[in-house]
């Protein structure tokens, strides 16, 4: 479909252009020092010790789960609401995934409280997400945590370079919980196609991530192209999640700025607050959070009445619009009874467009069309 305005659009520029074709120009385009660069600052940007590029997010929560030694027998904690691959991730390793519910109508991150009810005795761990690009309320979960011994996983799909206050400190979200885990693919605030990226600031899960990360292999194909190394041993039941140099070249440009780009993101969602603030239909999340920290992804409302009908005059009017997400324990796979949650209209969530390039005249009849129906 030819959509007038489109639901996400990346920021891609000649710079971007030339980062690839220089790659290509170098003939060497599997991890190497394009990579090692990409790697080194984003770790300085987050200010973590360790950051390893993968293929994309749901990888890096794969090898996340591993590095935990999360195992079939073992439970860990997921939201439900959240995309499927949060989930999928603890499926792949045998363990069960349990579900926990959002905090409120307002707050659709997942909820401190909802977290302990599920705690069993065969819970490991946490997978936390900054759903939207908000934070959750990690000064409590990380408390429900400690009391329970549990490991903390973020997904910080949304939520590149944000951050949230833990005891009145400023901390950048994927650095709090043990491992963070985050995407980079084409709808996300910073883009290299596909890809992703896995931190700690744990040497020993660094250790493992690495193996991980490349068929458990102790020296990688670089390596033994520098001459630093001239073979290697299998160590660990590894996997092929290396990311390339391409996408790490895409990578490094759009690190520059991501910065710029979330802050933009930010305006915008304030302007769709301004918009909407009183259609008295609309639920508009997050709208009380400190804005400033967050890195508004994707921009959900929440409608009690006409859904369908508003999500039907947004499409005839060439608004592309999505939902994030539907439940994942009402989807066939994960389905055991349904998941009856406590926020109210969860169901009717409709997601606008929002990316940087969008401007505030198109903001603006989108929302007219919102208020008229
Ligand atoms: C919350 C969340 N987690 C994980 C992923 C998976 O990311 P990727 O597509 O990079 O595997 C996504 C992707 O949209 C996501 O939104």
Known sequence: MDWKITLSEPDITKAELKAVTDVVKSKWFTMGAV??????????????????????????????????????GDEVIVPALTFVATANAVKYTGAE??????????????????????????????????????????EKIMKVAKKHNLFVIEDCAHSSFGKCRIKNKIVSLGTIGDIGCFSFFSNKN???????????????????????????????????????????????????????????ALGIVQLSKVIKNNAKRRELYKYYYICLKNNKNVIFP??????????????????????????????????????????????????????????????????????????????KFICGIINDN
């Open 35 to 72: 990579t090692i660069e990409f790697e080194k600052k984003f770790s300085e940007m987050l200010g973590v010790k360790h950051a390893f590029a993968v293929t994309n997010c749901t990888a890096a929560l794969h090898i996340a789960n591993l590095a935990l030694n999360i195992q079939a």
């Open 97 to 138: 995934v349990v579900f926990a519910d959002s905090v409120s109508g307002t707050d659709l991150t997942v909820s401190a409280e909802s977290i302990e009810k599920a705690i069993t005795k065969n819970t490991k761990a946490i997978t936390i997400v900054h759903y939207a690009g908000f934070p959750c309320e990690m």
């Open 190 to 248: 910073m883009t290299t196609g596909e890809g992703g990226m896995i931190v700690t600031d744990n040497d020993m899960l660094a250790e493992k991530i690495k193996l991980l990360r490349s068929h458990g292999m102790t020296t990688l194909t670089y390596d033994r192209h520098k001459g630093h190394q001239s073979g290697y041993d299998v160590v660990a039941l590894g996997y092929n999640y290396r990311i390339d140099e391409i996408r790490s």
């Open 286 to 363: 997050f709208a009380d959070f400190e804005i400033e920290l967050s890195t508004p992804h994707i921009m959900p409302i929440i409608v009690k009445e006409r859904c369908n009908e508003i999500k039907s005059a947004l499409k005839n009017s060439g608004v592309q619009t999505s939902k994030h997400y539907d439940l994942i324990p009402n989807f066939t796979l994960y389905r055991k009874s349904r998941f009856a949650s406590k926020v109210k209209y969860i169901d009717n969530i409709i997601t606008l467009p929002l990316y940087p390039q969008l401007s505030k005249k198109n903001i």
